[in-house]
């Protein structure tokens, strides 16, 4: 579906309070001094914005959405319509000013760190069989680290993790990520 109307409500309410409008990830981003605060994106259901401290803002409407159990920081806001939008156009002004506050007192979202991601036992044979897996492994970054960690765990069959980890064994051997 196309948001073109929702996305342009959504731009009048995060630009009348002050912030940035840039694109990231080929999304409107909304910044403060050059940090993310809200992001505009869409989904075939429904267009939403996206608070990147969301987890720690104060949410007395209960709006404020997890999209996956992975998702750590980030919190949506969901709309199905123009209407959504206008009849909240108040409390969604109230959020962004949340989230603006809580940009300029410097809070951090408490990430989990990468020991506290369940390490799949087929990953520990392999870093046994090749002792280089490990040393590279644990240059990645920790956003690599948990992105691998996520993709191997999530597969239900030791068959399929084996799989997995055979097929990045040689992208972590080359110091890449997932995505890279």
């Known amino acids: 579906m196309n948001w073109e109307t929702e996305f342009a ?5 995060i630009s009348s309070c002050g912030l940035e409008e840039t694109v990231k990830w080929g999304q409107p981003c909304f910044t403060l001094d050059g940090r ?5 994106h869409g989904f075939k259901e ?6 990147f401290k969301g987890a720690i803002m104060k949410d007395p409407k209960n709006i404020l959405i997890q999209q996956t159990e992975n998702v750590q920081a980030a919190r949506q806001i969901r709309f199905t319509s123009i209407d959504d939008i206008k009849r909240q156009e108040k409390t969604l002004k109230a959020y962004v000013k949340d989230a603006i506050a809580l940009e300029q007192s410097g809070a951090k979202v408490e990430l989990k760190k990468t020991a506290e991601f369940s390490f799949p036992e087929e990953l520990e044979r392999k870093m046994d069989e090749v002792p280089a897996l490990r040393a590279a492994f644990e ?3 920790p956003g690599r680290q948990r992105a691998y960690l996520l993709h191997f765990s999530s597969a239900k069959q030791a068959k399929t993790r084996e799989s997995r980890i055979e097929k990045c064994v040689q ?6 990520g997932m995505d890279d």
């Open 9 to 13: 409500a959504l731009r009048a309410i």
């Open 36 to 40: 993310n605060v809200v992001l505009i």
């Open 46 to 51: 429904y267009c939403a914005m996206l608070f």
């Open 139 to 141: 240059q990645l970054t």
């Open 171 to 176: 992208r972590i051997l080359d110091g890449k």
